[in-house]
């Protein structure tokens, strides 16, 4: 027991940092040379407190410079390459606070990948075509590709502010002819193989911008997902991709991403490409004029077709028209998003059921989607909700089960799989799933039906209406048809109008048919965006060749290894980008078939807004002021609420990054991004919150400061890797360090938890400034050294200015200080310092924490641990403190969590 009792006291420290005398200073052989480096670092002793202005405006050029990954060919060096991507914004000329998360959250990956050696392929480029460019551009009179270079231009700079490392060598604009010439390749591969084609249907157009849309981009208010105009419907002559085509292969693709990919999103895909497995099912419809029909409906329940008591349609549908008045069609259309299913009985029309001849009503309603199997679904309200509440509606309809439920209650309708046939004559007492597989036979025997597959996901509709886009390849020739350009002829460019003038009167476009040479006009439609943004990923490993979209042995830096941008793009462009690159690699230019490794889909930004109770009009801050009961407008006194949501011009609300730069600075700013929440939550901008990262770096700054002013006393002999007997206070810095370096590690590896990474960081900090003082020279410069090498990624203009203080300082290690901290290597977690011989015992007297007691490891191991453990505590000064006088009915000793608790007795 006396043995444990002197290994628990404090020991005496090693060699301290402390205070130095002059004379002591000078004879130590070690001198600390503010000549090392050669950036012209002043001692930061003498900058006491933490300038971040000076410190940021002497780094910025250097830490956003990064060694070309391109080779003097033009082409990338493929030796241990990583690939981290951050999606390419649109230049609408500012940066918003969603693009500086995305791309400081990109450039921390790519900083810890080359700490970690690999040669890093990390670019940026440019979305440049679109609907807000040549909108923007006819409001001020000026041409589009003009108003977007200068964009280019000041968004550039405003990436540089953030500090982020990127390969501009790499640089690629979608509206570049050298860009958009592969975008029409692209295009002419799949026209070539028939994935390309052009047809009349009705599409979804926008009233605001005059463009159709597909239908992804509309939202389930069917409104439009840029202007937000609602959606009419035309009839118009369009180009498609055959995306349909790929379906299976894309829903397999995604197995392979499980794990890699979050969750949300493989749902998301999973549940927009849509493939349901049931049956197709013809009802005879017979009309009162003597028109007769087949009506092809699809169900996943061909089990339930016994239960049928009638047919709806869409409102669209052949059926309705000269039986539907407009104002009921635009009504049920209008309706569509309502909870309650409603609709209009189509009068003098009515279906026969092809299982049990019943004859059954039918109706328009508006549930029923026009893109769903032919526009029409059997109504089954026994044994579907939707259905069931449409027969609420509607006294006419009945309802009839033919699936029994297990509990044998009808007072619900049964949805599940799970019961077994009734009321269905020779299918009676079968599973729901042999009935299934019965009707289906049934079907094909009579030939009613057959087995089918259907999918919720529609071939992508590719035309634009507009003048700022990726012009199409392809002639209408009178006697020839659609007719591709020919290859040697690309790119086709945007002739020189001004947008809002008619295509068609362009004195260019008329040219001869590449097929026969007679006469012929040019495609008039431009390209959805999407499709310049499917594969630019590619382009990116060869951005200069002008004779391939991209070389096959540059394209084997596919797939990206990391790919990063916002959970909003889960659907239209990470599905279009999957279904381009399965195509490219079906025709030998992509050598894998999913473009992307790993994704990171970040939460959105979200700011303060604030919006008046009365009318929901939003107002900027500064029309807002402190009432006595809250807030108010300070122009009228109408009561305001605060509340957060996705930060947007027109919401007021929206925080400028460079603001926040000029106030704070950019590794404030970036800290700020990575910490306050996880990278996939949303996050609630508070500009007040940025502080307290700033007080971090201001305790950095002064912890590097202090600790340089006695550097030269750091001639002791210890050494980092624990040669010689360390001192226990050593061995717990050591400890402490090399478990920040692993969890660090593990963040940037695979959770992309940074605000794990940043708190492990701050509490190392912590640990330096509390136990410096009894720790030897060298371990506390490791620790310091090691812990600026972690932080270099998120803020690397700190990290260096600090780094130019502690390189000098005599430390044993596998830092090179000849280098500056962004081109060390990553620390390594050295497993011998994880071994703990000494733990910190946390002590509750009563339930309540009153602290800890530093114990050796063997006393918490034996059959005597509860009793050696005790007595350590009780000959403690926390002891004597908390037990002294205390009637102690039991003590609870917990070894694997390092805690005793002495349980009191109540007076």
């Not at 404090?10 to 052989?29: E, K």
């Not at 690939?83 to 810890?112: E, K, Q, W």
């Not at 799989?417 to 009579?446: C, F, K, M, W, Y």
């Not at 260019?508 to 943004?533: Q, W």
Request: aromatic share 8%.
């Amino acid at each position: 027991m006396a043995a444990l009792l002197r290994l628990a006291r404090l020991r005496p420290p090693a060699r301290r940092w402390g205070r130095v005398r002059a004379r002591d200073r000078q004879s130590q052989p070690c001198q600390r040379s503010f000549a090392a480096g050669t950036s012209g670092t002043l001692p930061v002793a003498a900058h006491r407190k933490y300038d971040f202005q000076r410190v940021e405006d002497k780094w910025r050029e250097a830490v956003v410079q990064t060694s070309s990954s391109l080779g003097a060919n033009g082409t990338t060096t493929t030796q241990d390459p990583f690939y981290v991507l951050s999606m390419f914004p649109y230049p609408s000329g500012n940066l918003h606070m969603g693009h500086a998360r995305v791309y400081t959250l990109g450039d921390c990956i790519a900083r810890y990948n080359r700490l970690k050696g690999h040669h890093v392929v990390h670019p940026m480029g440019w979305d440049a075509f679109g609907l807000p460019a040549e909108n923007a551009a006819v409001e001020r009179g000026v041409p589009p590709a003009d108003w977007t270079r200068r964009n280019i231009e000041s968004m550039r700079g405003q990436l540089n502010s953030l500090g982020l490392s990127f390969d501009w060598d790499r640089e690629v604009a979608t509206c570049d002819p050298e860009y958009y010439r592969w975008t029409q390749w692209l295009f002419l591969q799949l026209f070539h193989r028939g994935l390309a084609y052009k047809q009349n249907a009705p599409v979804n157009w926008d009233p605001v911008d005059c463009t159709v849309l597909a239908n992804e981009q509309v939202d389930s208010e069917g409104r439009s997902w840029r202007s937000g105009a609602l959606v009419e419907t035309k009839e118009l002559s369009q180009w498609f991709f055959r995306i349909t085509d790929y379906a299976d292969r894309l829903l397999a693709g995604l197995d392979g991403l499980k794990g890699v990919w979050p969750s949300s999103v493989l749902s998301l895909q999973r549940n927009w490409i849509g493939k349901s497995s049931g049956a197709m099912l013809s009802f005879d419809v017979a009309c009162s004029n003597g028109d007769k029909h087949t009506l092809q409906v699809f169900t996943t329940r061909p089990d339930t077709l016994g239960g049928v008591t009638f047919l709806a349609v869409h409102p669209d549908h052949a059926l309705t028209h000269g039986r539907l008045e407009d104002d009921q069609r635009e009504t049920l259309r209008d309706d569509r998003e309502s909870k309650v299913k409603r609709g209009v009985r189509l009068l003098g029309v009515e279906a026969t059921n092809p299982l049990t001849d019943d004859v059954v009503p039918v109706y328009a309603a508006n549930y029923v989607l026009a893109d769903h199997g032919s526009g029409a679904v059997m109504g089954v309200p026994a044994h579907d909700e939707r259905d069931w509440q449409f027969a609420q509606q509607h006294d006419s309809v009945g309802i009839k089960f033919v699936i029994q439920p297990p509990s044998g209650e009808y007072g619900r309708p049964h949805v599940g799989r799970d019961g077994t046939a009734v009321n269905s004559g020779q299918l009676n007492g079968l599973t729901s799933t042999e009935a299934a597989s019965a009707v289906v036979a049934l079907a094909e025997q009579g030939g009613f039906g057959q087995a089918h597959d259907t999918l919720r996901i529609r071939d992508w509709l590719v035309s634009r209406q507009r003048y700022w886009g990726v012009p199409i390849p392809i002639v209408d020739c009178q006697a020839c048809g659609s007719v591709p350009v020919l290859e040697e002829d690309l790119p086709v460019m945007l002739p020189p109008r001004f947008p809002g003038q008619n295509p068609e009167n362009d004195a260019d476009n008329s040219v001869a048919c590449p097929r026969c040479a007679g006469p012929a006009k040019r495609e008039t439609d431009t390209m959805d965006t999407f499709v310049d943004s499917s594969w630019y990923f590619l382009r990116y490993l060869d951005p200069r060749n002008d004779k391939q979209l991209c070389d096959p042995q540059q394209a084997a830096g596919m797939p990206v290894d990391l790919y990063v941008g916002g959970i909003e793009h889960a659907i239209l462009h990470l599905l279009y980008a999957r279904f381009v690159t399965h195509f490219l690699h079906d025709i030998g230019v992509s050598p894998v078939a999913e473009p992307f490794k790993h994704l990171l889909a970040q939460g959105m930004v979200h700011g303060r807004t604030f919006v008046t109770k009365s009318t929901g009009k939003f107002l900027d801050q500064n029309q807002v002021e402190q009432g006595p009961d809250g807030l108010v407008e300070t122009a009228t006194g109408a009561a305001v609420q605060a509340v957060w949501a996705k930060m947007s011009k027109s919401k007021g609300n929206g925080v400028d990054p460079t603001d926040s730069i000029a106030t704070h600075g950019t590794d404030a700013t970036r800290l700020y991004l990575l910490f306050k929440v996880p990278p996939d939550m949303a996050l609630e901008w508070n500009d007040s919150d940025v502080q307290g990262v700033v007080r971090w770096l201001d305790r950095l700054w002064t912890l590097v400061s202090t600790l340089d002013s006695v550097a030269g006393a750091a001639g002791d002999a210890g050494t980092a890797g624990g040669a010689g007997k360390a001192s226990d206070a050593d061995k717990t810095l050591r400890r402490q360090t090399h478990e920040a370096v692993a969890s660090v590690s593990t963040v940037f590896e695979e959770t992309r938890a940074f605000n794990v990474a940043i708190a492990d960081l701050m509490k190392l900090s912590n640990t330096l400034r509390d136990v410096h003082g009894s720790c030897s020279a060298s371990v506390v410069a490791e620790s310091v050294r090691t812990l600026l090498v972690m932080l270099a990624p998120m803020a690397p203009h700190v990290a260096s200015e600090l780094w130019e203080v502690v390189r000098a300082w005599p430390c044993p290690s596998h830092f090179d200080s000849s280098k500056d901290v962004l081109a060390q290597s990553w620390p390594a977690v050295d497993q011998t310092a994880l071994v703990q011989d000494v733990i910190d015992l946390t002590i509750q007297v009563g339930g309540k924490f009153r602290g800890t007691l530093a114990v050796p490891l063997e006393a918490l191991g034996g059959e005597d641990a509860a009793t050696g453990a005790e007595g350590l505590v009780r000959n403690s000064d926390i002891g004597q403190r908390w037990l002294a006088g205390k009637n102690c009915k039991k003590v609870v000793f917990v070894p694997k969590r390092h805690l005793i608790n002495f349980v009191i007795a109540k007076s």
